[in-house]
């Protein structure tokens, strides 16, 4: 192809220039990868984490709107107010538990655990924190959270075969300064007391929940909440995650109860994630957008450079879109070269920043001791689309000011 | 006998708050065979004649016709189509890409018009050992001396076999020796292919050589040898 080979020939004749341009597309596109590669390692890690933790689904024991008084539902559109009206005192706790466990339960990919959360004051020695005690079933549990996997120390099973045992976040292990086997005092806001025999600890790598929960049997909370058969939390897993919203939206539809989904439970967090993606997408494109600018550079300093060529050629016969042609080629190499050498740069980068170790005290999720980075293919795709691409349009400006340059005036120009 | 280009009437104003009229009313016809030389003094309005001759300026008013064919309504890329298979440029600066060697730079218009590129390839070079060029043909255009770079830039103009060539003072940049020598080399061209060639110069001497003169001045032809068609 004789464009590309003209394309070919300015390009080798200015190889310092054509190499500077290749490293800008070159770290435009690398950095590009590398910082995708770290931001969605960490989302996707931390959305994990998450996922892995926590129920897909909660059912609370609450509505989402308050129920309507009775003078209201009579009076829809009523000219009267009824003031000073009390709520009608209710018995909290999901009523028929059991029936929508059970329903729920012959759902195929749904795992469902029925639990009672409620606060107490955890006592060891002289020193009082506040936690939330989690009663929970064991055998039903362990198939929809992942408690068993983040222990520490200790069964799930213990909770069972000890009494009263009680398994604490590591974190509120430490705050109490208790540790495996020593005896611990609840009491609970009804003014029932236990002792509890720390029989495990868990660390799931959610400070909130190693910094603030205990488990027991739900049975023994149910008693030292003094709320006998009550069930205020219905956890559900599902096979298939992405159901979660879904299926939350037809449970609160059809029995009325508050039903969170993950998605919803973590909304602050992936909205925050939304806004940093835009920063780094915002960082990155400008980067991207920098390099571009150096190929429209380049390619007009050819341009300029080359009029007396273009007029050449074009008294040779080539047309305006032979000339655009040859311009807009010479972006494209430069574009592309950039992408598989940015290619290069970003894996190094993903290399380099796996190798960097920090530990990190304390945040909303624990340490993983370095950082974690998502291998994926798009970021080298886009990078690349985005550089060829960037590069082309880069390129077609000044080559189309190449292309309607009047031969006669350069022509006469230098002469 | 049809002329192979002929302006009738051609004027060309470069716009602008003070218009500038470079050539007006020009009516001529250059048959074929013919060796024509055009004369005047600076800014007489010589090149822009060449150029409006060679299809590379478009006349402000009046046509220009190439083998009877008026060229006013023709495509860029339509006039582009003609100038690479039918004219051939020679400039008072050889113009060579600096990035091609010389062969290299015979094969671009050759290329460009299509063929067997091992035809296209022997081709030129037979071309450039005619001319003498049989030594410069690996050579990038700055390793030669300037009446080579000429030479091979007529080379150039010569590759597809045109009908026409059209030479902006190809001496202007060369000895005596060497213009004579470009001048020897336009007259075989005339006398052994029976092709047409339009030269532009302000030297007297090698006008001389010549069969036809035509000298302008003002943007007007006030003398013409021998105008054959009309």
């Known amino acids: 192809m004789l464009a590309l080979s003209i394309a070919l020939r300015h390009l080798g004749r200015r190889r310092r220039q054509t190499l500077v341009s290749v490293l800008g597309v070159a770290l435009g596109v690398g950095f590009f990868i590398g910082i995708t590669a770290l931001m969605r390692g960490f989302q996707t890690y931390f959305v994990a984490q998450v996922i892995d933790v926590a129920p897909h689904i909660t059912i609370k024991d609450e509505y989402r709107t308050p129920r309507l008084q009775p003078a209201a539902i009579a009076f829809a559109h009523g000219a009267v107010s009824v003031r000073g009206v009390k709520p009608r005192e209710e018995l909290r706790g999901i009523r028929d538990a059991r029936g929508l466990i059970a329903e729920l339960e012959a759902l195929p990919g749904v795992a469902v655990a029925p639990g009672l959360r409620g606060a107490a004051l955890l006592r060891y020695g002289s020193r009082d924190v506040t936690a939330t005690i989690a009663g929970i079933e064991p055998a039903r549990e362990r198939r929809v959270g992942n408690i068993e996997k983040d222990m520490t120390a200790g069964r799930l099973e213990d909770l069972r075969s000890t009494a009263n045992g009680i398994i604490l976040g590591i974190g509120l292990a430490e705050r109490l300064g208790a540790g495996m086997g020593d005896t611990i005092g609840a009491v609970a806001p009804s003014g029932n007391a236990l002792s509890f025999k720390v029989v495990g600890l868990v660390a799931t790598g959610i400070a909130a929940i190693d910094n603030g929960e205990a488990y027991v049997l739900l049975k023994l909370n149910q008693v030292l909440q003094n709320r006998p058969n009550v069930i205020n939390a219905i956890r559900i897993r599902l096979d298939d995650v992405t159901q979660a919203e879904t299926l939350a939206r037809r449970i609160e539809a059809a029995h009325g109860w508050r039903t969170e989904s993950w998605e919803e439970a973590n909304r602050n967090v992936l909205s925050l994630f939304v806004i940093q993606n835009a920063i780094m997408y915002s960082v990155v494109g400008a980067i991207l957008l920098v390099a571009a600018f150096g190929i429209y550079s380049i390619i007009s300093t050819v341009v300029h450079e080359k009029a007396r060529d273009i007029a050449i050629l074009k008294s040779l016969g080539f047309t305006e879109g032979d000339i655009l042609r040859v311009f807009t080629i010479e972006g494209v190499i430069v574009g592309a070269a950039g992408a598989v050498l940015g290619a290069l740069v970003g894996e190094a980068l993903i290399f380099g920043l796996a190798q960097v170790r920090f530990e990190q005290a304390g945040g909303i999720i624990r340490g993983t001791g370095g950082f974690i980075l998502a291998r994926e293919l798009w970021p080298y795709v886009a990078g690349g689309l985005f550089a060829v691409t960037a590069s082309a349009v880069a390129a077609l400006i000044p080559a189309r000011r190449a292309a309607s340059l009047n031969p006669v005036e350069i022509v006469r120009g230098a002469a | ?230």
């Open chain 2, 1 to 230: 006998m049809t002329p192979l280009v002929e302006a009738r009437g051609v004027t060309r104003t470069l716009p602008g708050p003070v218009p500038v009229t470079l050539v007006r009313e020009i009516d001529l016809g250059i048959g074929a065979g013919e060796f024509v030389a055009v004369t005047g003094p600076s800014g007489s309005g010589k090149s822009s004649l060449l150029y409006l001759l060679g299809l590379l300026d478009r006349p402000t008013e009046g046509h220009v016709l190439i083998e009877g064919e008026d060229t006013a309504g023709l495509s860029a890329s339509a006039l582009a189509r003609i100038r690479r298979a039918r004219l051939g440029f020679v400039f008072q600066f050889h113009f060579l890409l600096p990035e091609f060697t010389a062969l290299e730079n015979l094969l671009l218009p050759m290329r460009r018009l299509g063929g067997d590129d091992g035809a296209l390839r022997a081709r030129a070079e037979a071309l450039l050992e005619r001319l003498g060029l049989g030594d410069a043909m690996a050579k990038l255009p700055d390793q030669l001396s300037g009446g080579m770079r000429q030479r091979v830039a007529v080379a150039r103009a010569l590759a597809n076999d045109p009908v026409l060539v059209l030479a902006d003072e190809p001496t202007g940049n060369l000895d005596s020796r060497n213009a004579a020598s470009m001048f020897d080399l336009f007259e075989s061209l005339v006398a052994e292919h029976g092709r047409s060639i339009v030269v532009v110069t302000h030297d007297p001497g090698l006008a001389a050589r010549a069969r036809r003169q035509v000298r302008l001045m003002d943007g007007r032809i006030v003398e013409d040898t021998g105008a054959v068609a009309a």
